[in-house]
């Protein structure tokens, strides 16, 4: 029987801690943030297979592609989804772990043979291209990455992704790359944001959303791109099949986002670079107790347990304090691995959660040391 494995990090939606270092986001939007006097003219009927056209030339001048080769969907997973419904049903599939486990999920759930490429935080989760060319045969159909990646917020460089493709097209030269971007835009303060790799041809297809770096997770709002003009047909189609439209009202809010896009990212790169600082101090602070790998971009990042801390211990001592961080375990990592979200709190409630997870520490240290 098809089914989808439940995974803990469920949790995160279920409830809500004092202190939440478990998210991977940022602030969240209002509603009052993006309302304008047109929206109360909104006819609430069906919207259209392909998304909202304004939308879809919003997403696509951020792109530099044309707005029919965007398909805007239920939010980024969505689109992960019917990708891996269309493209790997039953087929073989190349990714990585750790990794955002639904991603995972979702392959193994329409049947794909799901080969995997490690990265670890010892190697600070660098992905080598000839770890996944690898991992590629002829019956290959689909490579499912992500850049920043989740849980550490390491990010792929291009070039990387270029070694990748090319071999892909020698190799199996029918499968695509999909690349989960939704992290890009989250750079820290003035640093760059990265080039998407559409530019690498038309067997790149992207998918993001507005859940992460601009904070309206609650619209739902992703979307898949790509330069094959078939895949798009077919991405049309599937999507009409499983949810017919999106929702016009949130596909209309979503527009009002990209409008004001200059001036929340204008407030929320600041935020975050502000978090990863902090965070950085916080590891500097209690480096011997526990490690880090620093993240390119996005509102997460790995830390490590180091070997005086119980790990029983400090998880118990945290669910106490009312602290959380997300379990390395959930993205398929080690045990002593937590994903730390820092772009969700403000500054002065994330300075006070990082205070009571060294208590945690303190408490958490084998009594021997």
């Known amino acids: ?5 439940r995974n803990p990090i469920q949790s995160l939606s279920d409830s809500h801690p004092h202190h939440d270092l478990g998210e991977s986001y940022g602030p969240e939007l209002r509603l009052s943030d993006l309302l304008t006097p047109e929206l109360a003219e909104l006819k609430l009927g069906y919207g259209t297979g392909q998304g909202d056209q304004r939308l879809r030339a919003a997403i696509a001048d951020a792109h530099n592609v044309d707005a029919d080769q965007v398909v805007v969907t239920i939010g980024g997973q969505h689109a992960i989804f019917l990708l891996a419904y269309l ?31 490690p ?8 992905l080598q291209a000839a770890d996944v060319v690898a991992q590629l045969t002829p019956d290959t159909n689909l490579v499912s990455l992500a850049s920043p990646q989740n849980p550490s ?20 030269p029918a499968a695509y790359l999909l690349i989960d971007d939704t992290y890009r835009t989250a750079s820290y303060g003035d640093d760059p944001i990265a080039e998407s790799a559409l530019s690498l041809g038309d067997k790149v297809v992207t998918v993001a959303s507005l859940s992460k770096c601009h904070g309206a997770a609650g619209l739902r709002t992703g979307w898949a791109i790509s330069k094959d003009p078939d895949l798009i047909e077919r991405l049309i189609t599937a999507k009409f099949s499983t949810v017919v439209t999106g929702s016009p009202l949130t596909e209309a809010l979503a527009a009002r986002v990209f409008d004001l896009q200059d001036e929340i990212l204008a407030v929320r790169r600041p935020w975050l670079a502000e978090g990863v600082a902090a965070t950085e101090e916080w590891v500097r602070a209690n480096g011997d107790l526990v490690e880090w790998v ?76």
């Open 1 to 5: 029987m098809a089914t989808f494995p």
């Open 87 to 117: 493209v790997a049903d039953h087929g073989q599939v190349v990714t990585t772990a750790p990794l955002f486990p639904a991603a995972r999920n979702v392959c193994e759930a329409v049947g794909a043979e799901v080969r995997v490429v």
């Open 119 to 126: 990265v670890t935080f010892d190697n600070g989760y660098r």
């Open 153 to 172: 917020g390491v990010a792929v460089p291009l070039e990387v992704f270029r070694e990748i493709y090319e071999a892909m097209a020698i190799i199996c």
């Open 294 to 369: 620093r993240p390119d971009a996005g509102a997460l990042c790995c830390i490590r347990l180091k070997p005086p801390v119980d790990l029983e211990r400090f998880r118990a001592v945290a669910a106490e304090l009312s602290v959380r961080l997300a379990e390395g375990e959930w993205f398929t990592d080690e045990p002593r691995v937590f994903r730390l979200g820092f772009g969700f709190p403000p500054p002065v409630e994330l300075k006070t959660a990082l205070d009571v997870l060294t208590t945690a520490l303190h408490k958490a240290v084998h009594p021997s040391d």
